[in-house]
């Protein structure tokens, strides 16, 4: 069965520096979607990157990059040059199946950057 | 607003009562999903509508639950005889297609926080 772990609960991080938040993901699948998704207290789930998994290179968008690890089935987030208002929780989620935008979703790692 | 709406954005109810949760997504989107996430938990799938169509309700937890999309519009999500496990934050996604290719950004909105006494 598919599945996403997020190990970190919690993690910490002084402004303006980098983080990684960890993912590792399991699946039979042959072709599947690896995304972040942020979560501010506000509650609405806010997209952030995506990886396909014949993607050859990593993904980035902005501060926020993917370290895809295939063999390792690994998709950590990066994100640079972090900012308070990254504060929030942080879910890693892969879609499942081909022919639907279904997400199965971790359990959050919650990031706090402080000055 | 252009994103997705949910009502209402909090809910109090009784246990065994019957509840009404609200969605309207981006118009034009016509994939909608409904989610549910527990405290400390991420969201977990429940439903997917293609059009007015449930392609998927392999995630619903059992027959109390009930989902409707009768436009290929807003959606309803409805609960019947709710139970105190039923509290969680019930949130609405939609997308412009079932992509497969491209990123399939679900868009979310805020959840309708439910809380059975």
């Known amino acids: 069965a598919q599945k996403i772990t997020q190990t970190q609960p919690g993690m910490f991080v002084q402004e303006k520096e980098a983080v990684t938040l960890d993912c590792t993901y399991d699946?039979?699948?042959?072709?599947?979607?690896l995304f972040w998704y942020k979560q501010p207290s506000s509650g609405e789930m806010i997209f952030l990157i995506y990886?396909?998994?014949?993607?050859?290179q990593n993904a980035t968008e902005g501060r926020y990059s993917l370290n895809f690890q295939k063999a390792r089935k690994s998709a950590n987030l990066v994100i640079s040059a972090s900012q308070l208002g990254d504060s929030a929780m942080y879910f890693c989620?892969?879609?499942?199946?081909?022919?639907?935008?279904?997400?199965?979703f971790g359990t959050g790692t919650r990031l706090q950057v402080f000055p | 607003g252009a994103g997705v709406s949910q009502t209402p954005s909090n809910k109090v109810t009784e246990k065994g009562k019957y509840v009404e949760l609200r969605c309207d997504p981006i118009?034009?989107?016509?994939?909608l999903y409904w989610y549910r996430q527990s405290l400390g938990q991420g969201p977990e799938f429940l439903i997917y509508?293609?059009?007015?169509?449930?392609?998927?309700d392999s995630g619903l937890p059992n027959d109390r639950f009930f989902a409707v999309r009768p436009e290929g519009s807003v959606s309803t999500l409805k609960i019947q005889r709710t139970e105190r496990g039923d509290s969680a934050v019930y949130l609405c996604?939609?997308?412009?297609?079932?992509?497969?290719?491209?990123?399939?950004?679900?868009?979310f909105g805020e959840g309708s926080r439910l809380t059975v006494l």
């Open positions: 996604a939609s997308s412009s297609n079932p992509s497969g290719s491209g990123t399939g950004e679900l868009f």
């Open positions: 699946t039979s699948d042959q072709s599947y979607g």
């Open positions: 990886q396909g998994s014949y993607d050859e």
């Open positions: 989620a892969m879609r499942e199946g081909y022919n639907t935008d279904k997400l199965i």
């Open positions: 118009s034009g989107h016509t994939a």
């Open positions: 509508f293609q059009g007015t169509g449930a392609a998927d």
